[in-house]
């Protein structure tokens, strides 16, 4: 199963963001395990260091990107898919490349705290707790 990460899902655990923290490492533990397919778009990396860097230092953030590079499989970001995101009906640019990467790649199902950002989306988009309450990983 192919499931694309959106970045506040990751930040949730890399930052332990309470409450979020628990189901969204949950989810991350099955790419971990490649019980699914994780993916996130190469947009997701400079975003993380963008944030972490702010409460952080900089080694503090690279080690994140680092963490998030070895379980996650990254999604090219070209111009087809830029077009395809400035053409788009999305109200924020960077969610439509998100989600024009993720669309892309054939993606079951998106996987955000979010799910306003992609209303226009045509692949299911779940929050972590549906996610974990739609599909068993036995």
């Not at 994140?64 to 924020?92: H, N, W, Y």
Request: charged residues 20%; contains cysteine; aromatic residues 10%.
């Amino acid at each position: 199963m192919k499931v694309y990460f959106d970045t506040n899902v990751l930040l949730d655990v890399l930052q332990a963001r309470q409450p979020f923290v628990v189901e969204s490492r949950r989810v991350w533990g099955l790419a971990e395990q490649r019980r699914i397919d994780g993916l996130i778009s190469v947009l997701t990396l400079p975003n993380i260091y963008y944030v972490a860097r702010r409460i952080s230092d900089r080694s503090a953030a690279l080690a994140m990107v680092r963490q998030v590079r070895v379980t996650f499989g990254i999604l090219a970001c070209d111009e087809g898919t830029v077009d395809r995101a400035l053409a788009s009906d999305f109200p924020d640019f960077e969610d439509a490349i998100q989600y024009f990467c993720a669309s892309k790649a054939r993606v079951d199902c998106i996987l955000t705290r979010d799910a306003g950002h992609f209303a226009v989306a045509a692949v299911p988009v779940l929050s972590p707790e549906q996610f974990l309450a739609t599909y068993t990983f036995g």
